[in-house]
């Protein structure tokens, strides 16, 4: 069993940042590619970014060049720098540690963009 915890979400104006924390405890870190995903109302949940235990990244074109994942294999976490923010950003952000046939879920960190 993984536990992941989230912080740093809240309200900004388009165009300015925020910086996503997700701390995991109680499972081997290094197994697990994280991700961010986000559900904004009335929508799907969808992968805003991942990374694997190596440093890979990848991201959804939505925020490609805007958002950086990064992770801290030392101290269990996992980051994500959100820049230049849009109200489409606007959604529940969630932390996701993923292994074949395992899917670990934060309890969400809302992030509000206005215009």
């Known amino acids: 069993q993984v536990y992941l915890v989230e912080s740093g979400g809240g309200a900004v104006q388009a165009g300015g940042s925020l910086r996503l924390s997700c701390t995991a405890s109680?499972?081997?870190?290094?197994?697990?590619?994280m991700g961010w995903y986000r559900q904004a109302p009335g929508k799907e949940r969808e992968l805003a970014a991942s990374?694997?235990?190596?440093?890979?990244?990848s991201y959804a074109e939505s925020v490609k060049g805007r958002f950086t994942i990064s992770r801290d294999n030392a101290k269990n976490t996992v980051t994500l720098q959100m820049n230049s923010l849009k109200p489409e950003d606007t959604a529940v952000y969630y932390c996701?540690?993923?292994?074949?046939?395992?899917?670990?879920w934060g309890k969400g960190t809302p992030v509000t963009v206005s215009s």
């Open positions: 996701n540690a993923h292994f074949p046939g395992m899917d670990y």
């Open positions: 109680g499972g081997f870190f290094l197994r697990y590619v």
């Open positions: 990374i694997t235990r190596y440093g890979s990244t």
